[in-house]
């Protein structure tokens, strides 16, 4: 294997690693997140048949940097199920290498013939009319089974934290639960669309000049907006809705105004639950 293939392999990485920030928001099991970098190194390796040799190193790549970057540049390492993590990442490594000495070394052109893919190419439909038909008999369940705050709530609290010294001198309303509110807006939103996706966003909506969602607290606009900017537009509404509100659950009803989603609803309602909680103690 020359330098240069080394270089474009390393390159690749990165399309592996978005492809993994992408999966991690759906709810699938460990051996199928697995399989996913071997997935992606045949399809790779037969759309660029030079970048063959030793393929199986991006995988290898792929997480050496997955694991520097969340340790250094964001904050998943701290909610990541270690053990789940590191079945997940010898699962992807020996599949890997299975594939491309068994597989992938063996072969000239990973790409099958025609008549080699028809019976792939029916399996795949069989595959695609059961996933739309599971996923509208299962829809309720999931809706129900929403269990973002179960998974991260050591997360939760350390964003919080995190957030609480960054934004306490714009987060001041008179209303503590509008406070408490925000904070669970923002810890929920930049775990579905961190900093550096809504940086790219911003580069992207430069060209298309859409009204698109801005900032931590991810509100639309038609002009690019801070992570503060969002805050202070989300407070703003909270603010005036919740002045409208009455009865008991005023906060409940407040996040089923600003949330058609009943997942949003049901997480962000956690979080907030989660954090008052916290600050009894």
Known sequence: ??????????????????????????EINI????????????VLSALVPDLKTNIFLIVIFEIIFREFYYNYFSNKGSMLNKK?????????????????????NQVDNALPTVEEARPFIWLLVIIFIYNILKN????KIKIENSNFINRKKEY?????????????????????????????????????RPKYVREI????????????????????????????????ITMKELESKYKDLKGKEKIKDLVNIKYNDTIYQKDILDIYNELKEFNKK
């Open 1 to 26: 294997m020359n330098i240069f293939t080394l270089i474009f392999q390393i390159v690749f990485i990165f399309p592996l690693f978005f492809i993994h920030e992408i999966i991690d928001k759906k």
């Open 31 to 42: 051996v199928e997140k697995a399989i996913i970098p071997t997935i992606y190194i045949i």
């Open 84 to 104: 789940e993590y590191l079945i997940e990442t010898i699962i992807s490594i020996v599949l890997s290498l299975i594939t491309y000495f068994y597989f992938l």
């Open 136 to 139: 509208n008999i299962d829809i």
């Open 156 to 192: 939760v609290i350390v964003e919080y934290a995190r957030l609480k010294n960054m934004y306490y001198r714009v987060i001041r309303s008179k209303v503590e639960d509008i406070n408490l509110l925000t904070y669970s807006i923002m810890i929920y939103e930049n775990n579905k």
């Open 201 to 232: 966003d911003k580069i992207v909506n430069r060209f298309l000049n859409r009204e698109i969602k801005y900032g931590i607290t991810q509100e639309y606009s038609t002009k690019e907006l801070s992570d503060e900017e969002s805050i202070k």
